[in-house]
């Protein structure tokens, strides 16, 4: 059974680059034609899907956070990350990582991490 | 974008209840659509996709019908262990969109 686990740290001061880690157990990030997926839950846009990366490659982003959002995958400890840079308090949300399956539709998820950007 | 709007945000109900929820699409997303089911603290489940198709292991009491712009999640009769939040996804591309939610309450 494939879960996912989020880590990452709670707090991020504004302008400052935000980083988050996906473990994924119970399988390998590298089998199966996946989407592995960043989503995002604020208070005031609701869920928003961030960008994912291809298990072999690739990436696609919200064209809305393109110029901030890099996605990158390390299969060697079989987890992939999030870096969004220049945060504000708009990007204070809860953080989840998914595994996308037709691309946008997701089958796993991780409970979620909560960010807040604060000085 | 496409925009995902459901119908109530919040609805009270009580075990037994048949119960249904509405998420309306901007433009036809023909039937790619999913629901998901979200309690706080855990992880988001998948319900239903391709608009009336249900997820493996999901409980036959819920449902999915529609096509193009309008779409329902019927739960047969409510169990206790269905109250939580409702989510309508559009997958139609991938700049997928989601439904605002709908909290299913103990009435």
């Known amino acids: 059974q494939v879960q996912l686990q989020e880590s990452g740290p709670g707090l991020v001061k504004p302008s400052q680059t935000l980083s988050l880690t996906c473990t994924v157990s119970g399988g390998s990030i590298s089998n199966g034609n996946y989407y592995w997926s960043w989503i995002r839950q604020t208070a005031g846009k609701g869920l928003e899907w961030m960008g994912h990366?291809?298990?072999?490659?690739?990436?696609n982003y919200n064209p809305s956070l393109k110029s901030r959002v890099t996605i990158s995958v390390d299969a060697s400890k079989n987890q992939f990350s999030l870096k969004l840079s220049s945060v504000t308090a708009a990007d204070t949300a809860v953080y989840f990582c998914a595994r996308g399956i037709v691309a946008s539709l997701f089958d796993k998820w991780g409970r979620g991490t909560l960010v807040t950007v604060s000085s | 974008d496409i925009q995902m709007t459901q119908s109530p945000s919040t609805l009270s109900a009580s075990v037994g209840d048949r119960v249904t929820i509405t998420c309306r699409a901007s433009?036809?997303?023909?039937?790619?659509l999913a629901w998901y089911q979200h309690k706080a603290g855990e992880a988001p489940k998948l319900l239903i996709y391709?608009?009336?198709t249900l997820e493996s292991g999901v409980p036959s009491r819920f449902s999915g019908s529609g096509s193009g712009t309008e779409f329902t999640l019927t739960i047969s009769s409510l169990q206790p262990d269905d109250f939580a939040t409702y989510y309508c996804?559009?997958?139609?591309?991938?700049?997928?969109?989601f439904g605002g939610g709908t909290k299913v309450e103990i009435k």
């Open positions: 990366i291809y298990s072999i490659g690739g990436t």
């Open positions: 391709r608009a009336s």
């Open positions: 433009q036809s997303i023909s039937d790619w």
């Open positions: 996804q559009q997958y139609n591309s991938y700049s997928n969109t």
